[in-house]
């Protein structure tokens, strides 16, 4: 219940206070969405076939769950800001209009999904063969979605008033749910697939539960309350939310076309190309997703000391921040080269889906370490309320980089060639997001050093317009 101190001198302890939880807690949320493809893909007879369908779902589900960080990842930097100039009360309407626009979307989208299933399914990779096991899986999913969805983004609200040992538990409560009751609906209520998707509801329907009673407790600094919508915040909680939106977003749209141009080049291996896709990306998450958490969870330092005019402390923290990720990812670049296999047999038992599973996760490795600059200030931007240049880079990444490459590649060099697209994406735009950072960031303090005291955080994100 103990808030971190957001304008402590000692900035690299507060930015270890907020990353760490973070970083668990994603973590170990990769781990619970890992752990229904390793039962899955357990089943007997059917486990590597039933896998390929849940494959398909992951990027479906990932997609869904990127509307929560559009509101949350949006909204909690703007949210900082007021709460760093002191102006609780816009604080409050920031987080009720997010309340809002949380329940909205996931309404919306539970009904979309739910109208357009085969459709959606068939075009994303699915196959005759796989497609029953990812309806089973998404149907149910989709019915939950308004859980995940409004407990992921108020979340992101929890550690933005500095409570980030709150907001590591909010995920524990899911992810040890899950974990538990995986086997109990999959095995022993032998409901196999949708035994795994039901599990996976009410986990999330658990953190849920928790999220909404912590944020109306009396203690907390700023409590969620019912309050008239303003048009105002939401859209400028969308603004500032369009590039978490787009990173995850944009990952389930490259899966999707990973799938598609496995399926088509495969042949008639397709489904065992897309079963050891799904275990390289379920590999690369337990990288990526606690780096996110690194990145996303000390935005509130950032945040909160720009709104404050604490520049140099916000120097010093991204420096920090910076330093965490290359060496996170430096870290697991190593560790790569003796749990890849172990990692693998998880999943499946073929000796050719695990060879090949390896071999995807070598290539993937070849880029991971330049990732976490563009991790880093791509966060960082959208930390300091400047979406664009987080937008740009965003998408330059994941929809010209990789996309171009991934349909590119295979036509040319075979089905294999497909999973080099990763690498390529992750240095070109690490060379990119260093050197535009390099340039906007010290443009970006000058001009919030040079602005007047009284301006209001709902127009802060103008203050390092270059």
């Known amino acids: 219940m103990r808030a971190v101190d957001l304008s402590d001198n000692k900035v690299f302890a507060t930015v270890v206070k907020l990353a760490v939880p973070a970083m668990v807690a994603q973590l170990v949320n990769v781990l619970y969405s890992i752990v229904d493809r390793i039962f899955v893909g357990n089943i007997d007879v059917i486990g590597d076939i039933a896998l390929a369908g849940v494959g398909v779902c992951a990027p479906i589900t990932t997609l869904i769950s990127s509307f929560a960080f559009l509101v949350g990842t949006g909204g909690a930097p703007i949210f900082s800001m007021a709460l760093g100039e002191g102006d609780d009360e816009r604080a409050k309407k920031i987080l009720s209009c997010a309340a809002v626009m949380l329940v909205a979307i996931a309404a919306v989208l539970t009904v979309v999904v739910c109208c357009a299933l085969r459709p959606i399914l068939m075009t994303f990779g699915a196959s005759e063969n796989s497609y029953e096991y990812a309806r089973q899986y998404l149907l149910i999913y989709a019915l939950g979605s308004v859980f995940s969805i409004t407990a992921t983004g108020l979340n992101q609200f929890i550690i933005a008033e500095g409570y980030s040992g709150m907001g590591m538990f909010t995920i524990l409560i899911g992810a040890v749910a899950n974990i538990a009751l995986d086997p109990l609906f999959i095995f022993v209520f032998d409901m196999g697939v949708s035994g795994a998707a039901i599990a996976t509801v009410i986990s999330q329907a658990l953190s849920f539960v928790f999220v909404v009673v912590f944020l109306t407790r009396k203690s907390v600094k700023c409590r969620l309350a019912v309050r008239k919508p303003s048009f105002k915040i939401m859209g400028r909680i969308t603004v500032m939310g369009i590039s978490p939106f787009a990173i995850m977003a944009t990952d389930s749209v490259i899966i999707i076309a990973v799938n598609m141009v496995l399926q088509r080049h495969g042949g008639a291996d397709g489904d065992d190309w897309i079963t050891v896709s799904t275990i390289v990306q379920a590999f690369l998450s337990l990288i990526t997703m606690p780096m996110l958490g690194i990145t996303s ?9 720009y709104g404050a005019r604490n520049l140099e402390l916000v120097k010093r923290a991204e420096l920090r921040i910076v330093a965490m990720c290359v060496a996170f990812t430096a870290v697991m670049f190593a560790l790569s080269f003796a749990i890849a296999r172990p990692f693998a047999t998880l999943f499946t038992d073929s000796a050719d889906i695990l060879d090949k ?19 880093a200030f791509v966060d960082g931007f959208t930390a300091l309320g400047q979406p664009r240049f987080a937008i740009a880079l965003s998408l330059t990444r994941k929809l010209l980089l990789y996309t171009v490459s991934v349909i590119v590649l295979p036509t040319i060099y075979g089905v294999q060639a497909a999973f080099y697209a990763e690498p390529i994406a992750d240095i070109g735009a690490a060379v990119l997001s260093t050197t535009t950072f390099a340039i906007a960031f010290p443009k970006i303090m000058k001009r919030r050093a040079a602005m007047t005291a009284n301006t209001s955080s709902g127009d802060v994100s103008n203050g390092g317009k270059i």
Not at 358 to 374: D, E, H, K, N, S
């Open 357 to 375: 599973s390896v071999w995807g996760v070598r290539v993937y490795m070849i880029g991971i370490i330049p990732l976490a600059l563009q991790y």
């Open 297 to 305: 969870g000390t935005q509130p330092v950032l945040s909160f000391n």
